[in-house]
């Protein structure tokens, strides 16, 4: 079994060098299997992704450690060269061996159960070196755009705003104390606010001929506004001389809110002039929103008074006709229902609503009725009914 060495030991036979091979073989694909999961974890760590793996994933690394403090002893103990007895290294070899496979089997486990949250992280160590340079390309780019952008006359204070904040991002991508995460969402950062930059500088030249346009366009407006202002106090004056006071009640203070947002836009629009003479075009846009914020209140404040005018008269003229479009609605829809089994469930809230239809009927009486509140109670019962058509349509 055994042949003698020069050294005067014994030489191993074929089986026991086949024994040292695999074990070999096996101890070398489980130190690359180790540590290639290892530093995977240890990134998904690092990312904030992993950090329930750790404990897991040591405990794996302990058998594996075991196994391959086994096969070293196993070496170390018949080394295979003459010198020490071959006796026991075939045995001791399988040992090693059935430790190893134990310990690459767990190994492959624990790579498939978190497959996931590994390839993740595998994907981000191996995609961060292309996402810094694209983000330090990027951040070239920006500099360049806004730099363009002021030296054209159109300068954009958002553009160098995003750009500053980029500038201050990328700090982070060579900082000798940054880790896998910090550089990775830096690099995310840098990235997302340099493209930002970039295109507020292009969208520059625009955003002036925009705001040059509405300064023109937005005077017109005011002064229409300032003439919709001046009708709402006759308007005002018809609602409360024809109907009863509860109708106009919440109109009071109209003419004085219109007025004072128009008093409003004229503030942002001189605003807008002043800061785009100065080049100062972002700002200039935003004052042109707040005036044409402020414009439609006073608007609204107008067509509230005249459009409430208008509905009471009309409602007044033939209040029967409101009522029979009510009723229509609510047929319609218990129709619905019973054609849909659906009576149980739906019946009761329908025959509310006309009891409600009733009863807004019955209070519109006396020589001034409050026909503002049968029509709000009209307008109810025709929105409560088309929300349960749509419940019921959901419903099967």
Known sequence: MFRRSDRGGELPDERVLAARNAATQAFLALDDEQRAVADTVRTAAELGTGSRLAQ???????AGDAATSAYLTATQEHPLDGTRPVRGARDADEKALREIERAREAIRRFRATHARTLDEAEFALKNLPRIVQEARTTLVDARAA?????????????????LAEAER???ALDAPVSGLRERRD???RTLELARSAAALAAEAPRTAQQVRSALASIATRRSAAETKAGRIPPSLSALRREFSEPCSRDLT???????AAIADAERAITGAGRLADAGDWDEAADQVSAARSALARAEERHDAVVD????????RADPARYAADARFVVRDAQRLVVDRGLVREYGAILDAQSVRLEN??????GVHPDYW????????IRERVRELVGRVRRHG
């Open 360 to 365: 807004a009927q019955q209070r519109l009486t």
């Open 186 to 188: 830096a690099a995310q």
């Open 169 to 171: 991002a990328a700090t």
């Open 146 to 162: 806004v730099q363009n952008a002021a030296a054209s006359g159109v300068r954009s204070r958002r553009a160098e705003e995003r």
């Open 253 to 259: 203070n109209a003419e004085a809110a219109a007025r």
């Open 373 to 380: 509140l049968y029509l709000t109670e009209l307008r109810g």
């Open 308 to 315: 409430r005018l208008a509905a009471l008269r009309d409602i």
């Open 56 to 62: 897991e994933w040591n405990e794996i690394a302990a």
